[in-house]
DNA sequence: TTCCTGAGAC
DNA sequence: GTCTCGGGAA
């Protein structure tokens, strides 16, 4: 008896990136060759809205807006007219041409390589500045929302980091970057957030992290028994801190 | 009802 | 720290 036998991490890369071959999501701002500036767009667009409403307007944003300048000088209203119906307009809108205007003003039109760089620029926070480094430049960064806690959660149990914000899940998320495929690994962690280890009916039965799981594992007996385990609102029980090997 | 690739204002 | 933006989909 060992304890409580330790989620081995280093599985969880190579079966994500295993399970996402046969079912990954296509969206336009994953095709390959974007610029920079069409990633920031998507980025943008993205926050806090369904990647299949983002996916409606998307293609028109980035075909009239190519780049910073053009985005800029977008004539009043035009730009809402076409963000109507993905919700957010006013707010979008308005942040969409700050954002530009600072690039044309402060980095030549530019989107920045450089994390400070781009915490500078209105409306890009912790997670779309990172969202760019990665899947603008791919740079071996893990990106960490609210999808990314619950998955920590779920799979890793007590061992998951213990901090209540989302700063304290960085060091683990960018820990499990493959340093040679850091646009594919996040792709496919966030698509398994949306399709497997999702908010609400979770599907078990199926997950390609169903040996490593936690709060499967965590099941009395060691059958994967086919009962909504991972359903649960509430992590597993309090397992000790332990420090779980987290570093920043 | 909750949730969606969050970030700014307070 | 909390509140707000927002329409659409499950």
Known sequence: ?????????????????????????????????????????AEVLLKRTTATAAARVYPVLLARYPNAHALASAPPGE???????????RQRARGLKEMASYLCANAGGEVPRDLGELLRVPHIGPYTARAVLVFAFGEPLGLVDSNTVRVFQRLFGGTAPQGRGLRAYQGLADSLVPPDRP???????????????????PQCGTCPLGHV??????APGGSPDQRG???GDRPPHGGRDQESGYRD
């Open 183 to 201: 646009r594919e690994y996040n792709w496919a962690f966030m698509d398994f957030a949306a399709l497997v280890c999702r908010p609400g009916a």
């Open 1 to 41: 008896m060992s304890g409580t036998p330790p989620v081995p991490r280093g599985e969880v890369p190579a079966r994500l990136l295993a399970w996402w071959e046969g079912h990954r999501r296509h969206f336009p701002w994953r095709e390959p060759g974007l610029s920079p500036f069409a990633v920031l767009l």
């Open 229 to 231: 385990l991972c359903g």
């Open 79 to 89: 730009l809402e007219v076409i963000l109507s119906g993905v919700g957010l307009q």
């Open 213 to 218: 799981c936690a709060t499967r594992t965590a």
